[in-house]
């Protein structure tokens, strides 16, 4: 078990570029939650998305970010004209479902992040 | 916004103390959870608490909760250099793992 995989692990834009941070679940995990950890802050939850559909952007800045989990492939945080302030860890979590809630085994398993870095 | 606040915000002792960790948090929970990350790296869970109990131990770790204060605190046994890392509280509400964190305490313990 590969565990939750993100790519790439550092991403280097220039302002007004875009950034798109990728992240695949742990096998049987159907949900993914994205975070972002400024320097010496704790992380901060941005959105939860279940297969093709977003539950929860409550965290999410209204412009210039988007997030999706298609059907196949991994879930993608999309960051469009990247600004210096954006630069940041970008955490991907995953979790089985709300079954495990209920069980109380519904601990996140984190992917390592994916560090942006906008000049 | 944040949901709770870690004490102290840094703490450094000597291998072979105890480490103890405060958390508290503003609203109502369903449990209250305490993650690990080492520099540079992600998160990884130690134990949860849910509402309803009041201690919880995992090998040299012991969690109590207070819910009537809205605090927990985290002590960890005999440490060891390699528990220097720094530690969040998250608190989850609702009905799935909307982990809300605080900002941490970073630990360093040495040899």
């Known amino acids: 078990n590969a565990g939750v995989m993100q790519n790439p692990r550092h991403l280097v834009r220039r302002r007004g570029q875009e950034a798109r941070l990728r992240c695949s679940p742990m096998k049987g995990h159907s949900h993914v939650y994205w975070y972002r950890q400024l320097p010496e802050e704790g992380l901060k939850f941005m959105v939860y998305l279940q297969k093709e559909n977003i539950i929860d952007e409550s965290g999410m800045p209204k412009e210039r970010f988007s997030a999706e989990f298609p059907k196949e492939g991994p879930s993608i945080l999309r960051i469009q004209q990247v600004v210096r302030g954006d630069s940041a860890a970008y955490f991907c979590?995953?979790?089985?479902?709300?079954?495990?809630?209920?069980?109380?085994?519904?601990?996140?398993?984190f992917g390592a992040g994916s560090r942006l870095t906008v000049l | 916004s944040q949901q709770g606040e870690e004490d102290p915000q840094a703490l450094s002792i000597q291998e072979g103390e105890n480490a103890t960790m405060n958390c508290s948090y503003k609203t109502s929970i369903n449990n209250l959870q305490w993650y690990r990350q080492n520099s540079g790296r992600g998160l990884v869970h130690l134990i949860l608490i849910r509402s309803n109990e009041r201690e919880k131990h995992s090998g040299r770790l012991r969690v109590t909760l207070d819910t009537s204060k809205k605090s927990s605190s985290l002590l960890i046994t005999a440490s060891r250099a390699a528990d220097t890392a720094s530690y969040f509280c998250?608190?989850?509400?609702?009905?799935?793992?909307?982990?809300?964190f605080g900002a941490g305490t970073r630990l360093a313990v040495h040899p």
């Open positions: 998250a608190t989850v509400s609702g009905g799935y793992n909307k982990l809300i």
């Open positions: 979590a995953s979790s089985p479902g709300q079954g495990a809630f209920v069980s109380g085994a519904n601990v996140l398993t």
